[in-house]
């Protein structure tokens, strides 16, 4: 494995990007102020909630996000979904046509679709017959033009997370920027990259509310990483990205408890995972530490058509490279996984 290296940030950039001006909004001229008469936006004047733009740097949410996370104001970019900040990484740091990047698989799929649409070869490494990570391969298959590492920890499908240790290395010796995609960090023992952020320049840390917090509708994606890296994010992300009143609606959620629902997935996850794994229909139930099992099954196309005509959904991994016969199924309330053990009982 490569020694630890030093990370020049600025040689990860695309030129253009270096060199951009940002576009500045109205509201980036005003510093503070008594101002009760707004003429600079072109809005218009009548009040009703929505007709004002809404505030572009989110520095209210960031400072309830800096203080949830503690993480300082400066090191939080607030996205549209973490799929704007996936395809911001591309746009930042690979060259359309000449970088590439790198991605175990099987993962989240769209990290290949944000690298298709900026047109940057993707490598991808598949993980090692018990879904561990490949270091060595991965370290391997980079060159002089690999700009980007995407590692999701607990990993989608597979739903395993990575060993810290193994992850802080990576950042090391990798000489290009590491993105650990933790969406599912929540229901895992093995812990968030959040505190050694300061360790590793080139990494940055993706997260969401879309999962335990249970906002997927709000659309709300979090990249933490150092000023250098969210100022970049700043200047090539949309003015106006969050709107108004998703960023109202998130500062009042993020001040509920959701511990007891963090607990009784995690119970229901372990109650679930007996009750599968007794059935004559599954194969192999995999070690979890997301809210979903990745589950192998006597035909899994079968399986899914039969689910479907009951009325419940899973998504079916069959097709997908390493998860051959396999369905993703995601733990849902007591009720739900009841009549899901129930289904699959008459199989």
């Not at 939080?76 to 704007?84: A, L, P």
């Not at 690999?146 to 920890?153: D, G, I, N, Q």
């Amino acid at each position: 494995m490569k020694s630890v290296m030093q990370h020049d940030i600025f040689s990860y950039v695309r030129p253009n990007i270096l060199s951009l001006a940002p576009y500045s909004t109205a509201r980036d001229d005003y510093k503070g102020g008594d101002i009760s008469v707004w003429l600079d936006a072109n809005e218009s004047p009548y009040e009703n909630g929505v007709n004002r733009y809404p505030d572009p740097h989110q520095k209210a949410l960031k400072t309830v996000l800096s203080e949830f996370k503690d993480i300082p104001m400066d090191q939080i970019f607030v996205g549209n979904g973490s799929d704007e900040a996936i395809d911001l990484v591309f746009r930042i740091f690979c060259r359309p046509g000449i970088d590439n990047a790198i991605a175990i698989a099987p993962s989240y799929g769209m990290y290949a679709v944000a690298a298709a649409i900026n047109n940057v070869a993707l490598r991808e490494v598949q993980l090692n017959e018990n879904f561990s990570l490949p270091l060595e391969k991965m370290l391997a298959m980079s060159d002089e033009r690999t700009k980007l590492m995407w590692v999701c920890s607990p990993n989608n499908p597979t739903g395993n997370a990575f060993p810290r240790e193994q992850l802080e290395s990576l950042a090391d010796s990798f000489d290009g920027m590491l993105v650990v995609d933790e969406a599912y960090v929540d229901f895992s023992d093995e812990g968030t990259l959040l505190d050694v952020l300061h360790r590793h320049q080139n990494l940055i840390v993706l997260q969401t509310l879309s999962k335990a917090w249970g906002m997927a509708g709000l659309r709300l994606g979090m990249a933490f990483a150092s000023p250098v890296v969210i100022n970049l994010f700043a200047q090539v992300k949309y003015p106006y990205n969050i709107n108004a009143p998703t960023q109202t609606e998130i500062i009042r959620r993020l001040r509920e408890d959701i511990s007891g629902q963090i607990a009784e997935i995690k119970e229901q996850r372990q109650l679930l995972a007996v009750a599968l794994s007794e059935l004559p229909c599954i194969k192999k139930v995999y070690p979890t530490d997301a809210n979903f099992f990745l589950v192998r099954v006597d035909d899994a196309n079968f399986l899914y058509d039969v689910l479907v005509s009951k009325g419940i959904i899973v998504r079916n991994r069959a097709h997908v490279k390493g998860c051959e016969g396999c369905v993703r199924i995601t733990i849902g309330t007591p009720k739900e996984n009841l009549r899901l053990i129930e289904t699959l009982q008459q199989l």
